[in-house]
Nanobody
Framework: QVRLKESGGGSVQAGGSLRLSCAASGYPQIMGWFRQAPGKEREGVASLDIIDGETKYADSVKGRFTISKDNAKNTLYLEMNNLKPEDTAMYYC???????????????????????WGQGTQVTVSS
């Protein structure tokens, strides 16, 4: 199990920038960022295959967000530029998840997202 701790969220005005960080305790094969807005499903934002370096982005953030990893610090980043009000959400760091951008959930009563997940960091963008 990989332990993940996010930081860097906050409140900004539209057009502003934020950088999210995710400190990892282990060495997963895939890491990524997901977000969940109130009343909406959790969705993938960006993913990074640690083995081959492949990145994937949701269409809504392409050209504005960049995912990267500092291997020396074992920390994942999400650089977010030109933020929009619709980017407002809780952002979660995740590792070793089975799919992107859709989130898989366990079939038991907990219906927890599959993989290792952080607690989340709030991003609020005002117009």
């Amino acid at each position: 199990q990989v332990r993940l701790k996010e930081s860097g969220g906050g409140s900004v005005q539209a057009g502003g920038s934020l950088r999210l960080s995710c400190a990892a305790s282990g060495y997963p094969q895939i890491m990524g960022w997901f977000r969940q807005a109130p009343g909406k499903e959790r969705e993938g934002v960006a993913s990074l295959d640690i083995i081959d370096g492949e990145t994937k982005y949701a269409d809504s953030v392409k050209g504005r967000f960049t995912i990267s990893k500092d291997n020396a610090k074992n920390t994942l980043y999400l650089e977010m530029n030109n933020l929009k009000p619709e980017d407002t959400a809780m952002y979660y760091c995740a590792a070793d998840f089975p799919g992107f951008p859709d989130v898989a959930y366990t079939s038991d009563y907990e219906a927890a997202p599959v993989g290792d997940w952080g607690q989340g960091t709030q991003v609020t963008v005002s117009s």
